[in-house]
């Protein structure tokens, strides 16, 4: 099956900072998210981006489908901000998750 | 807010009991899915269905079961618990079948601890 492999694994930032978190997968997909877990275990669909760059605030996001790899953006970082994320993708096959990237952000 | 209502948040219970999880899809999503988080397994999928037939199953114990109904609910049936059960489970909806160029939508889950 598909592996997922996100990096760093934990990532500690000072607020304002900004950072960028990475997902390699091993095979074709057309299906790719990315997720924020928050401290009470909600998981916010961040991003659908199979393909492309995409924005929202102070977020984006890029998929480069041919080179299997995905990067999440985070620019302005608030304590907010802080909780784990994940990047989950598919084929025509349900979701298969990273293991996550576990931000922390310090005033 | 995704759309996607699970119920109960959260469920306590001792081993070798049985619990049902109930989901309910975004409005007009046909299928949906369960998965399963655990500190040592991470987040996993178990098993998904599409206006009421089973489409494909993952990492899910024969100890699980589950069903969705005319309503397009769905509902996750979990027995003779041990204390490994205990996770978050999260169900997801998307439109059609399959996952091709279409997100899947998650509920807040519901967490389970077995005593």
Redesign the interface.
């Known amino acids: 099956g598909i592996q997922v492999e996100q990096s760093p694994p934990d990532l500690i930032l000072q607020e304002g900072a900004n950072s960028t978190l990475r997902c390699n997968f091993s095979d074709s997909v057309n299906n790719l998210q990315w997720f924020h877990q928050n401290p009470w275990g909600q998981l916010i669909n961040l991003f659908y981006i199979p393909s492309g760059t995409k924005q929202n605030g102070r977020l984006s996001a890029t998929t480069v489908a041919t080179e299997r790899y995905s990067l999440l953006y985070i620019s302005s970082s608030q304590t907010t901000d802080s909780g784990v994320y994940f990047c989950a993708v598919g084929g025509n096959t349900p979701l298969v998750f990273g293991k996550g990237t576990r931000l922390s952000v310090i005033a | 807010d ?1 759309g996607v209502t699970q119920t109960p948040k959260h469920l306590i219970t001792a081993t070798g009991q049985r619990v049902t999880l109930r989901c309910s899809p975004r409005s007009g999503d046909l299928s949906v ?1 369960w ?1 399963q988080q655990s500190l040592d397994q ?4 178990l098993i ?1 269905y599409y206006n009421g037939e089973e489409r ?1 199953k ?1 990492n899910i114990l024969e100890r699980f079961s589950a069903q969705q109904f005319p309503d397009l609910h769905s509902e996750l049936n979990l027995s003779s618990l041990e204390l490994g059960d205990s996770a ?1 489970y ?1 169900c ?1 909806s998307s439109q059609r079948q ?9 509920g ?2 519901t ?1 389970l601890s077995i005593l």
């Not at chain 2, 399959?98 to 998650?106: I, L, R």
């Open positions: 995704s899915y998965y991470g987040l996993q999928f998904q494909a993952g978050l999260f997801a399959g996952d091709s160029n279409q997100p899947q939508h998650f807040d889950g967490r």
